[in-house]
């Protein structure tokens, strides 16, 4: 059987918000029972169909790097995370719903992860909020995940969805929530499922094709 051809997706997102048991569940299909703390970086891998059901269907296999989330600007942990930031293909933006600051930190991890944050405050501007203009011109697929949706009280819920919306299309990208402790959330033919399926086709086209559906020339 030929090798599978692969892509590289980074899963960011701050320390405790649920990576580790979110990149479990969409490479096992199964709840994480015990998790722990990220050092440095762990690598698992999904069997993804592109263009599932079609004539252009093929295997690819979904590289997921979920990386550490010690948040800084220190240059010795940006350092230390940016060998993992090579030849990515596409990231996956998590944050705690519950969290409102996991959800702003977001533009920071973004930033760094595209070689942007320069500045070591995280290139905030002076009203708090970060410039989305920098996000304009960006060619990495990016996918929004929010976690502990469970967690939300039922009052609460429609104002804190409709804050990590905006955050979403800050980003030009779709939005998933879920609990990563029901596998449900992502049911074959639900609408998560279908936007997960989406974003990772479109990381295989910007990796392997050109826009007119051509395939293209690419790296090991």
């Not at 998590?94 to 992860?113: F, I, M, P």
């Not at 996918?143 to 819920?157: A, F, H, N, S």
């Not at 879920?178 to 279908?194: E, F, I, M, Q, W």
Request: hydrophobic share 35%; net charge negative.
């Amino acid at each position: 059987m030929a090798a599978l051809d692969r892509v590289k997706v980074l899963v960011l997102g701050d320390s405790g918000v649920g990576k580790s048991s979110l990149v479990h569940l969409l490479c096992h299909n199964q709840v994480l029972g015990n998790p722990s703390w990220t050092v440095g970086c762990s690598v698992d891998v999904r069997i993804h169909d592109y263009k599932e059901g079609t004539p252009e269907e093929k295997t690819y296999y979904i590289e997921l790097w979920d990386v550490g989330g010690s948040v800084g600007s220190a240059t010795s942990v940006k350092s230390t995370r940016a060998v993992f930031y090579n030849l990515l293909n596409g990231i996956i933006l998590v944050h705690d719903l519950t969290n409102k600051k996991s959800s702003q930190n977001l533009y920071r991890w973004t930033l760094e992860a595209l070689n942007r944050d320069v500045a070591p405050t995280g290139v905030l501007v002076t009203n708090g909020d970060y410039d989305r203009e920098q996000f304009a011109d960006n060619q990495i697929p990016l996918l929004v995940i929010g976690t502990k949706l469970d967690q939300i009280p039922e009052t609460k819920r429609n104002e804190v969805l409709t804050r990590t919306a905006f955050l979403a299309e800050d980003f030009n990208a779709e939005e998933i929530n879920l609990d990563c402790t029901n596998p449900r959330y992502l049911a074959a033919g639900s609408s998560n499922a279908v936007k997960l399926s989406r974003f990772f086709d479109k990381v295989i086209e910007k990796r392997y094709f050109l826009r007119d559906g051509n395939q293209v020339c690419h790296f090991s």
